[in-house]
Every structure is written in structure tokens, then in C-alpha cells.
């Protein structure tokens, strides 16, 4: 029996208009290709993926759920090197059209957070967090906790 290599290669976000979800992700900086009603942006060593929410429910095979507004129990995160990087992406994030859900402060970890909906409400966490290394590239490693108590972290 195969196992599962512990990797996510797309994350697709189910959207109610196309154009405005490129143009709000597009307003943060990122850049996407259109291809067949969908929009591909490449996300560091993953993708992710703007589809039509009634589409990516007819793909996997389920009724899409009428309101949208209720939470999934799922938010993205999107870490930076500073916690000035943390108030430049929420101002950017608010002018492009997102929602603040938590403005950003100080955390429990010692760190710096906010969060932001984007305009078809998928929950975004912008976060500085010293005990998580950024390489160079953005790629975050996450800490051998048995080595330090996530209270360091």
C-alpha cells in the first residue's frame, strides 16, 4: 500500500468571480496565467489555483455551500521576515479589497500576526513568527520542537 509523500503541490481556492479574485491577488503582487477559466499563480514551490466555486464543487463531487460567509475551518498563511512586512502586506492587502478579520499585533509566541479575508472571504494569516526561518527564497522550515519548547518558537 502507497503512502502519501508529505508535500501539498496545488491549493485551489473556489471563487465567485474570476476576474475580481486575478485582480485582487494580482493587486497584492502576485502573478497568475489564465488558462481555461482558471487563474494559476505559482506560490513559491506550490501553486495555487482561482476557480469558480460552483466548478470546483462539480469537480470534487459535492453541492457548493450557499453561504459562503461561514467559516471552513481553514485559513492560509503567509509568513514574513519582520513585523514591519507584517503592517505593509495588511495595508496593501485592505487597499486591494480584503477584509481585516484580526488587525495585526503582537502574538503569544512572540511574534507579530494579522488576518485578512480576501474578497471571496478564504482567510489569510500574515505573520512574523522568529522562531520559523525564511530562507532566502521564502521556503519556511519549521523548528525541531524537541529541541526547543513552542514557546521559544
Do not use: C
Not at 37 to 60: C, M, N, P, S
Not at 106 to 126: I, K, Q, R
Amino acid at each position: 500500500m502507497g503512502t502519501m509523500e508529505q508535500r501539498i503541490s496545488l491549493i485551489t481556492l473556489g471563487v465567485d468571480d474570476l476576474a475580481r479574485s486575478k485582480a485582487f491577488y494580482e493587486a497584492l503582487g502576485w502573478k497568475g496565467q489564465e488558462v481555461e477559466e482558471t487563474v494559476f499563480i505559482q506560490a513559491g514551490g506550490l501553486a495555487v489555483v482561482l476557480w469558480g466555486r460552483a466548478a470546483l464543487a462539480e469537480d470534487a463531487g459535492i453541492e457548493p455551500v450557499p453561504d459562503r460567509t461561514a467559516f471552513g475551518g481553514i485559513a492560509l498563511a503567509h509568513n514574513v521576515r519582520s513585523p514591519g512586512e507584517v503592517d505593509e502586506i495588511m495595508v496593501t492587502a485592505q487597499a486591494a479589497g480584503a477584509t481585516i478579520t484580526r488587525a495585526a499585533q503582537p502574538t503569544s509566541y512572540g511574534g507579530y500576526a494579522g488576518y485578512f479575508a480576501d474578497p471571496d472571504g478564504h482567510l489569510w494569516e500574515v505573520a512574523h513568527n522568529p522562531g520559523f526561518a525564511l530562507s532566502e527564497d521564502g521556503a519556511l522550515t519549521i523548528p525541531d520542537f524537541s529541541r526547543t519548547s513552542p514557546a521559544d518558537t
